[in-house]
């Protein structure tokens, strides 16, 4: 891509409503665009993040036995009904038609149509275990959204749901999922914290995978044993604010939730009476397991980590590209060698940013540090001079000039 | 994908209110489900085939010079009051919030979004032409839904928007994104005839792409000498229903439209007062062209126009996948070859589903026809016995015995 050509372009008049630095910095970079309160478009460069973490869900979703499909966010008034919920959960949207006086539900979560679905497809205990997810938009009628990307009136979720011939069952998949879990944390460059956490009345099983820092909106208490609990149960549990654990010293953090793990039990089978025959021709009830990840939510914790004063520090896997090629002036070494690099890095398919703006050295280098992908190269006479091009790490700092076939090797 | 742990199977059942062929065989081979009327959830071989839909789309629109992003489905009532279309649409679906009495509006369209978003971006002359697409589910409070997913109150949808110096500028790219749609249907297996149509008060350029098929809710005129036009403008043009070429005979169709082109003018730059700053320094308005396909629309068009009384025939590009193994029989030989079989596909890269259900041959067999892949391959004793398996070609029925290793090579 030319950075010429580019629709979204860095910015630098950010309105100060937006407090959080992951709005911040991922508006100033072009990666994002407020609609409106907890409502964000996503620009080509966001987009291409989006879709580098939702890769990292999908490969480590079907490497589960996850079977992707697509639910609809308009859902039927009276399964929301049948659980409850349509009265029962103060974010959820309504909307109402024009024709017939109907109301549709606008999904928050779908339990209430995968249970209905899945209906159709589980008759015998040999249908089952089942795994299905999808990458999804969902919807919260949010009283307050002033955290950037952390919490939206609309975000990306991924949402797993599994069915399960009994509580062994779904117990033994929990497990499977917590190694997924933490698989995709890990190659997001997440250090997330697998937290107790309140599974409601129907759960003792319920963890929230919490990442630690400043603009978090949840506390939790984590010990040296490797004990972690959200305050929220720690208070239930101990009944003031103190956690439970006896065996370290404890410390106490702001964290932003990037993920939960429920074992349903029947809270949701029951309702739609989903069951199964057994091997003896017995009628048994289904038990499930749910399992999200806020994938929007999960690019504004990565920015929240991993930035410094000069903009965002992409881990390599989501960066939207891996290149940011900068061409400091016009001279004809300095043409023909940045045409030889982006040729070289379209042979070997490593993905670039092409600038080719002939703006300052100052601009082009401070928006190259904005956006925060992994390589920068600059081709410049000095470079050139000096043997090849110059190439900077943004994580480290790290700054050397390079021949440039050697350089592709490297990348 | 072994075909016993499918989360969706083929069903029998399928519900009589389901009228249109399109939802009929979807439903039964285990593409789609109805969740409600107008709303369906895609199952796992279903969203295979939208996303070969999309990527087939997001091809043709990255090489005409596209760029993805991805706006929200949730919008502000202002932009929608701005362009007069919040009390003009009856379309829309208005969602009130719980909180502050505010309400938003749930996006049939994105004009709305698009033109505020381009106007944090477009300035001068410079930041001109501009072509952003987006692939997104869109929402129409539709009075009847009965179509499948033709007519859909959620749907998927491909909606790209072009920004324009002037007149002529959107007139040329107007012609760009011709050719891409021309381009876009041949590759889904779709004669789309290019019709004219209304374009509203605003614009005399406007053309839809139709489909001509029995289930096709809209009426087009073709002549002979190539021309095409919609009834709906044939009548005001004519001030009858008879249509206006005088080159040749015309015939009369139902079509299904999978596709339209707009030239909006200043249609929507207007209300926002989107303008750029021209060479000589000048506030000049920009001129915007829309462009939209139906992405779950020409799914289902797809399969009214290319299946017969046994299932579905997906054209190569479409397919969820290329072929459908069939084992029968669980000989020592046949278990091995079909191992083989799947180990070779594997290799090269070419999709399959294998049915491992063990049942018989013809339950098999009408599974294999009704969900349509291109490539049925049967290994049996009797196909061993005659020196490999048997090819059949679903389009064709063709079918021949076939050495395995010569059959990879072929597909």
């Not at 409850?84 to 779908?110: C, I, N, T």
């Not at 749901?161 to 033994?172: G, I, L, N, P, R």
């Not at 009628?283 to 499930?288: A, K, L």
């Not at 992409?314 to 045409?339: C, F, I, M």
Request: charged content about 25%; glycine content about 8%.
């Amino acid at each position: 891509m030319l950075m010429s050509q580019q629709f979204a372009s860095t910015r630098k008049d950010v309105s100060e409503e937006e407090v959080s630095v992951n709005a911040q910095l991922l508006t100033k970079a072009g990666y994002v665009e407020k609609v409106m309160a907890g409502v964000y478009a996503f620009l080509p460069l966001g987009l291409r993040v989006l879709r580098n973490i939702e890769e990292v869900v999908r490969e480590e979703m079907d490497a589960a036995g996850g079977q992707e499909l697509l639910m609809p966010a308009l859902h039927p008034k009276e399964y929301w009904e049948a659980t409850g919920r349509w009265g029962g959960l103060d974010v959820l949207f309504k909307v109402p038609s024009q024709h017939g006086g109907r109301e549709y539900a606008l999904g928050p979560s779908h339990e209430e149509i995968v249970v209905p679905l899945a209906q159709k497809f589980i008759h015998s205990y040999r249908d089952l275990p089942q795994y299905v997810y999808q990458i999804q938009s969902k919807f919260r009628d949010e009283p307050r959204a002033k955290s950037g990307i952390l919490r939206g009136r609309e975000f990306m979720m991924k949402d797993l749901y599994s069915f399960h011939v009994d509580e062994d069952d779904m117990h033994a998949y929990y497990d499977v999922m917590k190694i997924a879990y933490s698989n995709v944390f890990t190659r997001c460059g997440l250090n997330a914290i697998e937290t107790e956490a309140s599974g409601g009345t129907f759960s003792e099983f319920s963890h929230e995978y919490q990442v630690v820092t400043e603009s978090g909106e949840d506390i939790i208490f984590t010990c040296e044993c490797g004990y972690a609990v959200n305050r929220e149960i720690a208070k239930v549990q101990s009944g003031d604010e103190c956690p439970l654990c006896k065996k370290g010293v404890i410390n106490e953090h702001k964290a932003i939730e990037v993920g939960n793990i429920f074992s349903l039990h029947r809270k949701y089978s029951d309702p739609f009476k989903l069951r199964y025959t057994d091997e003896s021709g017995v009628q048994q009830p289904v038990y499930m397991g749910c399992y999200g990840i806020g994938i929007s939510r999960l690019m504004g914790a990565v920015v929240e980590v991993h930035h410094d004063d000069k903009g965002i520090v992409w881990p390599e896997g989501l960066a939207p590209y891996q290149v940011h090629v900068v061409q400091l002036g016009d001279d004809e070494d300095v043409v023909k060698s940045t045409q030889t690099l982006i040729k070289k890095l379209d042979k070997v398919g490593v993905s670039y940013m092409y600038d080719d703006r002939k703006l300052s050295a100052g601009a082009m280098f401070a928006d190259a540090d904005l956006i925060g992908a992994p390589h920068r190269v600059v081709v410049s006479d000095r470079s050139l001079k000096n043997g090849g091009v110059e190439h900077t790490v943004r994580s480290s700092g790290d700054s050397k000039v390079i021949d440039i076939a050697q350089l592709v090797k490297e990348l």
